[in-house]
């Protein structure tokens, strides 16, 4: 609170500014003081005012000057949409996955899972020691650090049957993220105006990607137990297409798992039409009541290129990814990486090997399995008591969501739009789908912050739907 005096300094001082022009010298506070008949600090105190409400700015050393006062106008961008031109797709838009929420929304939207059931101390600790090491100021190698290499090459090997050879430390290239890995792989393996197929529903992520790059995308029909062998097949002579992207293992949305029989199906296709399979690992470590087992590990010959993430399991602050691909293929990717982004930090390669190589990292791992199926349940059980009119295909044995099917009658936008005006944010189940959706779907995450209101948020789904 000002007293009077220092009240009429800054209303006398104010008036002094609106009056001079921009870049003028204010008297020096000496001068001020005498001028005024005040203290130093009652002067000082009008100064620091006026340079908190930008109306002028202190040089030190120099003096105290006044501001230019720039003046509120519309901003005019419209030249921008004849230079720009039409975007090349419709697809570049903020998904819903990706939005953040104030806390006293329940969120079941989320594509991360809570920072509850993230290493947060091994984290933590591990970015301390990172940066006191010589990663914090050097230049590592461009494929990756040596040891995160052997990290990758060897968790793979450790699964690989007798009779086929694992895969080497020089196999893995380290990628800022899997996200940046999917649009490698679609320049450096398939190609702008080319085709890839790919299952419907998928990751929104992967369909984006295969977007921005030019990709065509084909896609093909994936159910709770994955897709049918034959459509993919035909799919492969109708297209002349060289790679198949897809999620055996804890599919993001539908949560499935292929059974052994339909994946060495699948590999047997793949390798029939001299073909990729563009495998996204990236629920590895969310196994409930079944481990992730790669098809990577049943394939030596280079038909498999294989995407395995942390970003989810350690931290999304770890945005680190490791890809194995063999022969030729594995030269074109590493290419098409080091012109997109030369190398990963240092740092955060060497903060996600401490983490993995940590003791506590499994020890983690075994705790986030019991707290995955408890929110899991717990989920499933308030939607099936508060929607009863939703459908789940499957339960599944890990990940982090639920594939919710809904009357086809539903109209998402205003179900979304409806839950949300009760507190509670979902993804419409459309941004899954490369074409048209086959049928009213939600996305629900169940690994999302605060478990316990997982219930309110189900009853605020049921009562959106009866409401239609």
């Keep these: 609170m000002f007293n009077g005096s220092s009240q009429r300094i800054l209303d006398e001082l104010r008036s002094w500014v609106a009056a001079a022009p921009a870049g003028t010298r204010l008297p020096s506070t000496r001068a001020l003081v005498a001028r005024h008949g005040a203290s130093p600090v009652t002067v000082q105190k009008a100064l620091r005012t006026l340079t908190a409400q930008g109306l002028v700015e202190a040089r030190p050393g120099v003096g105290t000057f006044v501001r230019a006062v720039r003046t509120a106008r519309p901003n005019d961008y419209g030249w921008q949409t004849a230079a720009l031109g039409s975007p090349p797709n419709r697809r570049a838009q903020a998904f819903t996955a990706l939005r953040t929420t104030p806390n006293d929304v329940i969120a079941l939207h989320a594509g991360y899972p809570d920072r509850e059931l993230l290493p947060e101390r091994l984290v933590r600790s591990a970015f301390a020691r990172a940066t006191r090491s010589d990663a914090a100021v050097g230049r590592p190698p ?6 995160l290499q052997a990290w990758f090459a060897t968790e793979l090997g450790a699964v690989t049957p007798p009779g086929l050879a694992s895969p080497a430390a020089s196999d893995v290239i380290v990628l800022p993220g899997s996200q940046s890995g999917l649009s490698t792989i679609f320049r450096a393996l398939v190609g702008a105006d080319r085709p890839v197929l790919i299952e419907s529903p998928t ?14 995308l084909v896609p093909i029909t994936s159910g709770p137990h994955g897709p049918d062998p034959d459509e993919l097949d035909r ?3 109708r297209t002349g297409a060289r790679a198949f992207y897809a999620q055996p293992n804890f599919a993001n949305p539908t949560g499935a798992q292929w059974p052994p029989d339909l994946a060495d199906a699948v590999l047997g296709i793949v390798r029939e039409h001299g073909a990729f ?3 996204d690992d990236w ?3 969310f196994g409930i009541t079944a481990e992730a087992a790669p098809l990577a590990a049943r394939d030596d010959g280079g038909h498999v290129v294989y995407l395995r993430s942390l970003t989810k399991s350690v931290s999304p602050a770890i945005r680190v990814a490791g890809l194995i691909a063999r022969g030729p293929a594995r030269d074109r990717i590493l290419a098409d990486a080091q012109a997109q982004s030369m190398y990963v930090s240092g740092v955060l390669q060497t903060a996600a090997l401490e983490v993995v190589t940590q003791p506590a990292w499994h020890t983690h791992l075994r705790g986030l399995r019991h707290q995955l199926a408890a929110r899991r349940d717990l989920l499933v059980g308030a939607l099936r008591e508060h929607v009863p009119d939703s459908h789940l295909d499957a339960v599944p044995h890990g990940g982090l969501n639920l594939w919710l099917r809904l009357p086809d009658d539903t109209d998402l936008t205003r179900l979304a739009r409806d839950c949300e005006a009760a507190g509670v944010l979902v993804a419409a189940g459309g941004e899954w789908f490369p074409a048209e959706p086959t049928g009213r779907y939600l996305r629900l995450n169940y690994s999302g912050p605060n478990p316990g209101a997982f219930p309110d948020g189900a009853r605020a789904i049921g009562q959106a739907l009866a409401a239609q």
């Design 142 to 147: 461009a494929a990756g650090l040596p040891e």
């Design 203 to 216: 990751y929104w992520g992967a369909i984006l990607a295969a977007e921005q790059t030019g990709v065509q």
């Design 235 to 237: 799919a492969f002579t």
């Design 277 to 279: 399979l563009i495998e």
């Design 283 to 285: 629920a590895h470590d």
